[in-house]
């Protein structure tokens, strides 16, 4: 596919948004566990995304960009796992009622389960997320999850991915219920 079409589609939904997601303050971590006891936290350093006036919300998240903190195992999630090739995006999207956002007074937070469409691996979801929406300055908005979204990975087609991640890595057990957290920042153009 044309490399130019690709970054338009990944680009240009967080151009004509009326908020635009912070990338550098913005985060996106999972959690995996190993052998029932082993928990490591990994995350994606590139996201992008915005929210228009009309309230529909998108984030998208650049599957390449995981960072387990080990190449190898970095490697092996992009092309075993997630199938970066096929597969280079996950989003996720939502409708919101943005009048309740804007007209928060500065410092004032509220919490709110906000049902998010989730594209993961070439499937379409469903989860709501509980989260904590705090206004931090006239144009500036900051969206954290309350409690993990937790992340079926066969209902995304993902379990063959963890299996061959198990094998390679001589695991007795790779968890495919996965936490998912994240803290997002936005500011109003």
Same mark, same amino acid.
């Given at each position: 596919?044309?490399?130019?079409?690709?970054?338009?589609?990944?680009?240009?939904?967080?151009?004509?948004?009326?908020?635009?997601?912070?990338?550098?303050?913005?985060?996106?971590?999972?959690?995996?566990?190993?052998?029932?006891?082993?928990?490591?936290?990994?995350?994606?350093?590139?996201?992008? &995304?915005?929210?228009?006036?009309?309230?529909?919300?998108?984030?998208?998240?650049?599957?390449?960009?995981?960072?387990?903190?080990?190449?190898?195992?970095?490697?092996?999630?992009?092309?075993?796992?997630?199938?970066?090739?096929?597969?280079?995006?996950?989003?996720?999207?939502?409708?919101?009622?943005?009048?309740?956002?804007?007209?928060?007074?500065?410092?004032?937070?509220?919490?709110?389960?906000?049902?998010?469409?989730?594209?993961?691996?070439?499937?379409?979801?469903?989860?709501?997320?509980?989260?904590?929406?705090?206004?931090?300055?006239?144009?500036?908005?900051?969206?954290?999850?309350?409690?993990?979204?937790?992340?079926?990975?066969?209902?995304? &087609?993902?379990?063959?991915?963890?299996?061959?991640?198990?094998?390679?890595?001589?695991?007795?057990?790779?968890?495919?219920?996965?936490?998912?957290?994240?803290?997002?920042?936005?500011?109003?153009?």
């Amino acid at each position: 596919m044309n490399k130019w079409l690709i970054l338009c589609v990944f680009i240009a939904p967080t151009c004509v948004a009326d908020w635009v997601l912070d990338s550098e303050n913005s985060h996106l971590s999972f959690v995996s566990i190993k052998n029932g006891v082993v928990a490591e936290v990994h995350r994606f350093d590139t996201l992008r &995304g915005g929210v228009n006036d009309d309230g529909s919300a998108a984030l998208k998240i650049g599957l390449a960009s995981v960072e387990t903190n080990i190449p190898i195992r970095n490697d092996r999630i992009k092309s075993m796992l997630f199938d970066v090739t096929n597969f280079s995006l996950a989003t996720a999207s939502a409708q919101l009622n943005i009048d309740e956002f804007v007209e928060l007074p500065h410092g004032a937070s509220l919490l709110r389960s906000i049902p998010l469409s989730i594209n993961l691996h070439g499937v379409d979801g469903k989860m709501p997320a509980s989260v904590k929406v705090t206004r931090t300055a006239e144009n500036l908005w900051h969206v954290m999850s309350v409690q993990p979204l937790i992340l079926n990975a066969g209902n995304y &087609g993902l379990l063959e991915g963890i299996e061959a991640l198990r094998s390679i890595a001589g695991l007795d057990e790779i968890t495919s219920v996965i936490p998912v957290i994240f803290s997002l920042e936005f500011s109003r153009n």
